[in-house]
């Protein structure tokens, strides 16, 4: 029981992490469907707990998405903003 909390906690804080900048979800280039801009800039993600699988960009390519913990070593468009990539520095 004690491990769950110490993983919940864990999960949380790696979750405040994210600057919700959506590059990671395509924001800069062709962004998935469920990539939701807020008025005051944030994005958002509308299946964020489903969101695992095979997905649609809005342009119509299928992609896998995957935690962001997968991809910290790949590039992608603005991935020099990541706010994961800064704090472990992997800037690429």
């Known amino acids: ?9 864990k999960e949380k804080k790696f979750e405040a992490t994210c600057l ?7 924001a800069q280039d062709d962004p998935c469907m469920h990539l939701v801009i807020q008025p ?14 095979v997905q649609k960009t ?4 299928f992609f896998e998405c995957v935690s962001i913990r997968d991809i910290l070593h790949e590039d992608w468009s603005g991935n020099w ?10 800037i690429t």
């Open 1 to 9: 029981m004690e491990y769950q909390i110490y993983q919940l906690e």
């Open 20 to 26: 919700r900048c959506g590059n990671c979800c395509g």
């Open 58 to 61: 809005r342009s119509g390519k």
């Open 40 to 53: 005051h800039g944030e994005y958002f993600c509308d299946i964020y707990d489903s969101r695992g699988g």
């Open 81 to 90: 903003n990541c706010a994961y990539k800064k704090q472990n520095n992997i």
